[in-house]
């Protein structure tokens, strides 16, 4: 009988996601395909380094029991299967239980992604990114300059951190915003204070999460979450009463009206943070893994 994953939290991540694999992908930039594909066959036995998303996947694998699998991890990579022994071998190393792979040889990843019913996409490559946000599967481009916490610890509780606005959110609030201003935005949420936000492209992620979380007492859960959004009073109240109208949890919540965020991504132990801005995922990529989320292609702005 197939594995049936629609009650399973699935997680797609591309291989340099995953291990540093950044002077790989300098020889495939500046050498081509054929020369990356000897190297990853010369190297296959040596093990490579944690990346930028090592420590999530190990907390999201955490989250499985011996009795119920909560969490599946998939191999989501543009490899082919001939240049692919050297991550299952470092899978293998460091003891993580992953045994599924979508390797598509060149070829965009999107098209598989509602075929493992995908509920998060990470990679460092910003065209797949796109491509997943664009087929309505939440997703974002990690940034791969650091790697996070020691790959021998044991992550008992997952962290994770969201932007409001076109991350958890839709962007409409963020358009008046960039179009109108400080003033017009702040008088647009007062007046529809009591009007649910629309959905954004990691809305159904959080309420995943929190079915997941509703499952354990509060201090038993193994995932907490924090909202860390620019916004404050007055445009506060809406976000408040749009997570009560969806029937989710948000752990904490964080206000900052401009207040730089990776300070307080430090403090709350963030393992991911997920936010709509360069501006803001690249100086937080210095304290906890950062991923970019895109914007759909075809909306106008």
Do not use: C
Not at 136 to 155: K, L, Q, W
Not at 239 to 257: H, K, M, N, P, Q
């Amino acid at each position: 009988m197939p594995l049936n994953l629609n009650k399973t939290l699935v997680v797609g991540i591309s291989s340099r996601a995953l291990f540093d694999l950044e002077y790989e992908n300098e020889v495939f930039e500046k050498q081509g395909l054929e020369a990356y594909r000897m190297y990853q066959i010369q190297h296959e036995n040596e093990v490579l380094k944690p990346g930028a998303g090592f420590a999530v996947v190990k907390a999201l694998l955490n989250l499985n029991t011996p009795r119920e699998r909560r969490t599946e991890v998939i191999i989501m990579s543009r490899n082919t299967a001939d240049t692919s022994l050297r991550i299952f071998n470092s899978i293998d190393y460091y003891g993580l239980d992953i045994s599924r792979a979508a390797l598509a040889g060149g070829t965009s990843l999107a098209p598989y992604l509602p075929a493992f019913n995908t509920d998060l996409f990470l990679s460092a490559d910003g065209a797949d990114v796109q491509a997943a946000i664009n087929a309505n599967v939440a997703a974002g481009t990690i940034i791969t300059n650091h790697s996070y916490h020691d790959p021998e610890a044991d992550i008992k509780q997952l962290r994770i951190a969201f932007d409001g606005d076109a991350v958890l959110f839709s962007d409409e609030s963020e358009r008046i915003y960039k179009s109108e201003g400080m003033e017009a935005f702040l008088e647009h949420e007062k007046g529809n204070a009591k009007q649910p936000l629309k959905q954004g492209p990691f809305a159904k992620l959080l309420m995943t999460i929190s079915n997941i979380q509703e499952q354990y007492r509060d201090e038993e859960a193994p995932i907490r979450t924090a909202l860390v959004t620019a916004r404050n009073a007055p445009a506060h109240e809406r976000v408040v009463r749009t997570l009560r109208a969806w029937g989710v949890r948000i752990d904490e919540a964080f206000f900052l009206g401009g207040v730089d965020k990776s300070e307080v991504l430090k403090a709350f132990g963030a393992h991911i943070f997920f936010d709509d801005q360069l501006l803001h995922t690249s100086p937080a990529s210095a304290y906890v893994a950062s991923a970019t989320v895109p914007y759909r292609s075809d909306d106008r702005r």
